[in-house]
């Protein structure tokens, strides 16, 4: 799976999230472009990213910080 991500830093949230087949790697860069030129025109400063993983779950324990917020981090153990 191909999974494309729209954070606002900021505000530590994920704005945009769009999981895509493997099939759709052509649509899913075109629309990662689409989404940091429509950004970079209207000036707002997001982070746009394309991960690949198996599984939405897989993605989530791997990218924790789109996901969780900095207390949630805090509070795993130390590895």
Known sequence: MIFLIEYAR??????TFKAFDEAARRQAEDERLEMELDLNRRGIVHEVVLFEAATEAALRRTHRRYFEDLADLAKLPAS
């Not at 900021?10 to 704005?15: D, E, P, Y």
């Open 10 to 15: 900021h505000q530590g949230r994920v704005v």
